[in-house]
């Protein structure tokens, strides 16, 4: 935002002028009015100027818009006449390299009388525009600055040590006492101006208490820089200092005006303090602006705008917006841009500038028509039939931060050799728990699941579909991207009432069961396969694997490593997790077909077995048994005190069927005897009695 002197506009522009008449203009131009105030006979307007823009930060680049539009003579800031010899200036200026100041200008006023009131048009003026009066050399510095665009700054040059300035980068960490003595800390890489003792300015931002020149100073140095404008933004934001200054640097100023304008402020300051000018400047420009030279097309301007606009036209727009044309043939304008628009860098930047002159207004909104083919994104689809289902079985969905702890590695006891494991760490996090890039789901769903409990949500079934990172040499960014999804379940599934004497909870079946709904809607066959994870409990955890490669995994989640965790020891239920690969989840062609036209026998066989044998050992030994076995599902588990500690009885159902007849009692039971044999062989699991 920059607040604009309607009085102060009329300097520039047509004294003839209305208020009303600037506003429209200010508007037409994609200049937005956000406020107004009056003050007496002078009206004060706030306007929205876009970073790319700095030039409208100043009187003078507002009225060059007014000017150009009503096709007026654009005001220009007069050239100086100013002496250069730096070798010859009162002060040794050191500076530490053109990618920290492009340009520094400085000039010599001794004997001024500070003492002086400032005159009342400028303490007007920046009382207006928001801007506190100090002192008459401090407050017409401020004055030009709102004026021209340049920030300005101010030195009691008795106040300096040895004589001597430095524009550096700081080497190392120190307070910094600002204007307000407010203090501040300065890190290493800031941009400093220093004496031979003391930080005299943090350059483009705010300067220091020892340095500030107050009523009773005699001898002062102006100071018209240039910074870089990515450290000036990067350390304002830091400090939490923003300046008039730093505002303008942080967007870039013309660095080719910035000895004009200070010889401007000298001039006003000689006349209103007095003093004697220093008979050489000092001007530190190693690499001058280069010309802006841009060839626009007028085949271009037309395509990309959708209008048909004559060369002669476009010609005549950038003229009278202080552009200096050459016309190259039928088709280019050669086009030199004015200095202060930082702005125009390619074609496509003078074409936008052509569409504003010309009026957006008066460019025909017509919808492009767009030929395209829809691809069908599979990915995306099968997040869409995933989210259904696990909404559909109890499952809320939650999105977490792709950032995790940077330890988290070790509190889970995932090793190097993990399929999990991860040190994609980011280079500048905010901070140490939001360091890592997280290589598996599991810390954040634990965390969003501890974050219900401490609220008192303690059933909850969660799933997250997200990004997991991994390094990848083989990629141009050193790693890659794999969306995932992670299931997590804890607390009851059905709270007792209604027939139901106590609260049924989550089990290490239920999630079994929603891995196979999964797979089921997408019409692929997975098995599993004992693995071993550090926050697993023992047996718990397997590798899911789909025609032979690893997909994601189950496990029950082992209390005494989650734990350390922050709130994760408040959760007293088991807690049971699952992640897959979503890439591998691609839905088959499923066939609609019959076994047999034989009716299907059902049997129910509760089995007790070691805690230590799967249920999964168990199918394969039944299914191993006979071909009329057609599928064996767990139906429930169940303990109690006539069982030895280390056992449970696990409930299956068991489906029998035939192609070719219906099958007899006698012929089931002979099934039944081969496999609770080799039950009893070879896991020394049997039937409850």
Same mark, same amino acid.
């Given at each position: 935002?920059?607040?604009?002197?309607?009085?102060?506009?009329?300097?520039?522009?047509?004294?003839?002028?209305?208020?009303?008449?600037?506003?429209?203009?200010?508007?037409?131009?994609?200049?937005?009015?956000?406020?107004?105030?009056?003050?007496?006979?002078?009206?004060?307007?706030?306007?929205?100027?876009?970073?790319?823009?700095?030039?409208?930060?100043?009187?003078?680049?507002?009225?060059?818009?007014?000017?150009?539009?009503?096709?007026?003579?654009?005001?220009?800031?007069?050239?100086?006449?100013?002496?250069?010899?730096?070798?010859?200036?009162?002060?040794?200026?050191?500076?530490?390299?053109?990618?920290?100041?492009?340009?520094?200008?400085?000039?010599?006023?001794?004997?001024?009388?500070?003492?002086?009131?400032?005159?009342?048009?400028?303490?007007?003026?920046?009382?207006?525009?928001?801007?506190?009066?100090?002192?008459?050399?401090?407050?017409?510095?401020?004055?030009?600055?709102?004026?021209?665009?340049?920030?300005?700054?101010?030195?009691?040059?008795?106040?300096?040590?040895?004589?001597?300035?430095?524009?550096?980068?700081?080497?190392?960490?120190?307070?910094?006492?600002?204007?307000?003595?407010?203090?501040?800390?300065?890190?290493?890489?800031?941009?400093?101006?220093?004496?031979?003792?003391?930080?005299?300015?943090?350059?483009?931002?705010?300067?220091?208490?020892?340095?500030?020149?107050?009523?009773?100073?005699?001898?002062?140095?102006?100071?018209?820089?240039?910074?870089?404008?990515?450290?000036?933004?990067?350390?304002?934001?830091?400090?939490?200092?923003?300046?008039?200054?730093?505002?303008?640097?942080?967007?870039?100023?013309?660095?080719?005006?910035?000895?004009?304008?200070?010889?401007?402020?000298?001039?006003?300051?000689?006349?209103?303090?007095?003093?004697?000018?220093?008979?050489?400047?000092?001007?530190?420009?190693?690499?001058?602006?280069?010309?802006?030279?841009?060839?626009?097309?007028?085949?271009?301007?037309?395509?990309?705008?959708?209008?048909?606009?004559?060369?002669?036209?476009?010609?005549?727009?950038?003229?009278?917006?202080?552009?200096?044309?050459?016309?190259?043939?039928?088709?280019?304008?050669?086009?030199?841009?004015?200095?202060?628009?930082?702005?125009?860098?390619?074609?496509?930047?003078?074409?936008?500038?052509?569409?504003?002159?010309?009026?957006?207004?008066?460019?025909?909104?017509?919808?492009?028509?767009?030929?395209?083919?829809?691809?069908?994104?599979?990915?995306?689809?099968?997040?869409?039939?995933?989210?259904?289902?696990?909404?559909?079985?109890?499952?809320?969905?939650?999105?977490?931060?792709?950032?995790?702890?940077?330890?988290?590695?070790?509190?889970?006891?995932?090793?190097?050799?993990?399929?999990?494991?991860?040190?994609?760490?980011?280079?500048?996090?905010?901070?140490?728990?939001?360091?890592?890039?997280?290589?598996?789901?599991?810390?954040?769903?634990?965390?969003?699941?501890?974050?219900?409990?401490?609220? =008192?949500?303690? $059933? %909850?079934?969660?799933? #997250?579909? /997200?990004?997991? !990172?991994?390094?990848?040499?083989? &990629?141009?960014?050193? +790693?890659?991207?794999?969306?995932?999804?992670?299931?997590?379940?804890?607390?009851?599934?059905?709270?007792?009432?209604?027939?139901?004497?106590?609260?049924?909870?989550?089990?290490?079946?239920?999630?079994? =069961?929603?891995? $196979? %709904?999964?797979?089921? #809607?997408? /019409?692929?066959? !997975?098995?599993?396969?004992?693995? &071993?994870?550090?926050? +697993?409990?023992?047996?718990?955890?397997?590798?899911?694997?789909?025609?032979?490669?690893?997909?994601?995994?189950?496990?029950?989640?082992?209390?005494?490593?989650?734990?350390?965790?922050?709130?994760?020891?408040?959760?007293? $239920?088991?807690?049971?997790?699952?992640?897959?690969?979503?890439?591998?989840?691609?839905?088959?062609?499923?066939?609609?077909?019959?076994?047999?036209?034989?009716?299907?026998?059902?049997?129910?066989?509760?089995?007790?077995?070691?805690?230590?044998?799967?249920?999964?050992?168990?199918?394969?030994?039944?299914?191993?048994?006979?071909?009329?076995?057609?599928?064996?599902?767990?139906?429930?588990?169940?303990?109690?005190?006539?069982?030895?500690?280390?056992?449970?009885?696990?409930?299956?159902?068991?489906?029998?069927?035939?192609?070719?007849?219906?099958?007899?009692?006698?012929?089931?039971?002979?099934?039944?005897?081969?496999?609770?044999?080799?039950?009893?062989?070879?896991?020394?699991?049997?039937?409850?009695?």
């Amino acid at each position: 935002m920059f607040k604009v002197s309607f009085d102060w506009l009329k300097k520039f522009c047509n004294k003839n002028i209305t208020y009303r008449e600037i506003l429209n203009i200010l508007d037409l131009q994609g200049f937005e009015v956000k406020g107004e105030q009056d003050f007496g006979n002078d009206k004060v307007i706030t306007i929205e100027v876009k970073a790319n823009r700095p030039d409208m930060l100043s009187h003078i680049g507002v009225a060059r818009e007014i000017c150009a539009y009503l096709g007026e003579k654009i005001p220009e800031i007069n050239k100086n006449n100013l002496k250069i010899d730096n070798d010859k200036f009162p002060i040794k200026i050191n500076i530490e390299e053109s990618k920290v100041c492009k340009r520094f200008c400085g000039l010599i006023i001794n004997n001024i009388n500070n003492e002086v009131e400032t005159p009342e048009y400028i303490k007007d003026y920046l009382e207006k525009l928001g801007i506190n009066c100090i002192n008459a050399v401090v407050d017409i510095a401020n004055y030009v600055m709102l004026d021209l665009g340049q920030p300005m700054h101010t030195y009691d040059i008795d106040k300096i040590s040895s004589n001597e300035i430095k524009i550096r980068k700081s080497d190392s960490e120190c307070k910094v006492n600002t204007l307000g003595n407010k203090p501040v800390d300065v890190q290493k890489g800031d941009i400093v101006i220093s004496d031979s003792e003391d930080v005299l300015c943090i350059a483009g931002i705010i300067g220091s208490e020892k340095s500030m020149v107050q009523k009773n100073t005699k001898n002062i140095m102006i100071e018209a820089a240039c910074f870089d404008e990515v450290s000036i933004r990067l350390t304002s934001r830091r400090l939490k200092v923003s300046t008039p200054s730093s505002f303008r640097f942080e967007r870039g100023i013309d660095e080719s005006l910035s000895a004009d304008i200070m010889l401007r402020c000298a001039k006003l300051i000689n006349k209103i303090c007095g003093g004697e000018f220093c008979k050489v400047a000092f001007d530190y420009y190693p690499y001058p602006k280069k010309k802006n030279i841009i060839d626009l097309r007028v085949s271009r301007t037309n395509d990309l705008l959708g209008i048909n606009i004559s060369k002669e036209d476009i010609y005549s727009y950038l003229t009278k917006y202080d552009f200096r044309c050459e016309n190259i043939n039928n088709d280019i304008i050669r086009v030199e841009c004015p200095s202060y628009r930082l702005d125009l860098l390619k074609e496509v930047d003078l074409i936008e500038e052509v569409a504003r002159i010309h009026g957006y207004d008066n460019i025909e909104p017509i919808m492009p028509k767009i030929t395209s083919q829809y691809n069908k994104n599979q990915v995306w689809e099968n997040m869409d039939v995933i989210r259904k289902i696990l909404r559909g079985v109890g499952f809320n969905e939650v999105i977490n931060y792709s950032f995790i702890p940077i330890d988290i590695m070790n509190t889970l006891k995932i090793e190097k050799e993990n399929p999990l494991y991860s040190e994609l760490t980011l280079k500048n996090p905010i901070a140490r728990d939001y360091a890592l890039m997280r290589p598996t789901l599991i810390y954040s769903l634990l965390n969003c699941l501890a974050y219900n409990y401490s609220r =008192n949500n303690t $059933d %909850l079934a969660l799933f #997250e579909i /997200g990004r997991c !990172y991994f390094e990848d040499k083989t &990629k141009d960014t050193g +790693c890659k991207e794999e969306d995932m999804l992670g299931m997590i379940v804890s607390g009851a599934r059905i709270k007792k009432g209604w027939g139901i004497d106590k609260d049924i909870k989550y089990n290490y079946y239920d999630i079994i =069961n929603f891995v $196979d %709904l999964l797979f089921n #809607e997408f /019409g692929q066959k !997975y098995e599993l396969k004992e693995s &071993k994870y550090g926050f +697993c409990e023992p047996g718990t955890g397997f590798d899911i694997f789909v025609s032979g490669k690893r997909v994601g995994f189950i496990a029950e989640m082992k209390k005494d490593v989650v734990n350390k965790i922050p709130n994760v020891k408040l959760i007293k $239920d088991k807690i049971f997790y699952c992640e897959l690969a979503l890439k591998e989840l691609d839905e088959k062609i499923k066939k609609l077909q019959f076994e047999s036209k034989y009716p299907m026998v059902n049997r129910l066989y509760n089995i007790v077995q070691k805690k230590n044998v799967s249920a999964q050992r168990v199918i394969d030994i039944i299914k191993s048994s006979s071909d009329l076995i057609k599928s064996v599902l767990v139906r429930d588990v169940y303990e109690d005190k006539k069982m030895n500690q280390d056992e449970y009885a696990v409930l299956y159902e068991i489906d029998y069927c035939s192609k070719t007849q219906t099958l007899t009692s006698e012929q089931i039971e002979s099934i039944e005897n081969i496999f609770l044999n080799k039950l009893n062989n070879e896991l020394k699991a049997v039937i409850k009695r």
